[in-house]
């Protein structure tokens, strides 16, 4: 199904484009691996915070829980499996994400917390605004792949080649097939503060 109130998204080395989309999406160019970056995931009022998140190889997360009340943080993705036991305050440790690929994250207690994290193997990674634009910057002059990843996406979006030259600032435009968000229910913090 089309939904066309969301549909692009753009890079630009220079120039911002417009677009809409209903969450972000995540812009990469295909390249060598070079880690040793930090993350946060926070949890907030019983959310993720960011929903998306789009780290490089290598990157160390963390994930300090702001909320008055325990959290259960796991991964059963291939591409990352861990778990944080019951904790509130400060991570208890940071997660290391040392494979390409897409991250799904939940919550034990609570069913409704999701967020995810694409883990790139390239430094030249942007994730859209909320007007479905992104920037890469400061990329050397090159052939690049250009690839784009939407969390809701019903097919992957074909990748687009490109070539850079030194002084161009080219805008691509993706037009991205994907479902909408759906709400999912969070019950009032009740008197166990679930
Ligand atoms: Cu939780």
């Known amino acids: 199904m089309k939904h066309p109130n969301f549909g692009l998204a753009a890079v630009s080395a220079s120039q911002p484009t417009m ?7 995540i812009l990469v160019l295909a390249l060598c691996a070079f ?4 993350a946060a995931i926070e949890q907030v ?17 963390s994930f300090p829980n702001r ?7 796991y991964s059963f993705s291939p591409a990352k499996t861990f778990e944080i036991k019951l904790y509130t305050g400060k991570s208890p440790g ?9 991250v799904n994250i939940g919550c034990n207690i609570h069913d409704w917390m999701v967020a995810y994290i694409l883990v790139v193997s390239t430094p030249y990674f ?22 784009v990843w ?3 996406q019903n097919a992957t979006p074909e990748n687009r080649s490109l070539v850079l030259e030194s002084s161009a600032a080219p805008m691509v435009t993706f037009a991205v097939d994907v479902q909408p968000r759906k709400a ?8 166990l503060k679930y």
């Open 184 to 191: 999912r229910y969070k019950p009032p913090l009740d008197r």
């Open 35 to 38: 880690g040793g970056a930090r």
């Open 94 to 102: 940071e997660i290391v994400f040392d494979k390409p690929g897409v």
């Open 45 to 61: 009022d019983r959310e993720f915070v960011p929903f998306v998140s789009v780290v490089q190889t290598g990157t160390a997360v």
């Open 67 to 73: 909320d008055a009340i325990l959290h259960h943080v």
């Open 126 to 147: 942007a994730k859209t605004n909320d007007a479905g634009a992104a920037r890469l910057r400061d990329l050397p002059a090159g052939a690049y792949e250009l690839r």
């Open 19 to 25: 677009s809409r989309l209903a969450a972000p999406l």
């Open 150 to 152: 939407h969390p809701r």
